[in-house]
Nanobody, 124 residues
């Protein structure tokens, strides 16, 4: 059973940075697409960034150039480095994983495994 535990959320001012971490267990990183999703109050959940076992990454347009997803296969960790944060980035951020996929992308991925989420709040 895949288990995902997020950490690293918090409050930051606009323009600041945060790094989210996802500790994963029960999976083989090379077989999974790992992703970060977020959901703001009153809005639908959206995919933010994804990384495949081959290291190829994908991002939603609103975070390109500001966010970077990476994974440490030795530690089974997935990270989301967030820079130049904006108030509209405020949301609950979730780590997600899926082994059955055609494209490891934020648009097509339908993860079966989810973490409990970590809150990110950006103030103006």
């Amino acid at each position: 059973q895949v288990q995902l535990v997020e950490s690293g959320g918090g409050s930051v001012q606009s323009g600041g940075s945060l790094r989210l971490s996802c500790a994963a267990s029960g999976y083989t990183y090379s077989s999974y697409c790992m992703a970060w999703f977020r959901q703001a109050p009153g809005k639908e959940r959206e995919g933010v960034a994804a990384v495949g076992g081959d290291g190829v990454t994908a991002y939603t347009d609103s975070v390109k150039g500001r966010f970077t997803i990476s994974q440490d296969s030795a530690k089974n960790n997935v990270y989301l480095q967030m820079s130049s944060l904006k108030p509209e980035d405020t949301a609950m951020y979730y780590c997600a994983a899926e082994s059955h996929y055609d494209y490891c992308s934020v648009s097509y991925l339908k993860p079966r495994y989810w973490g409990q989420g970590t809150q990110v709040t950006v103030s103006s």
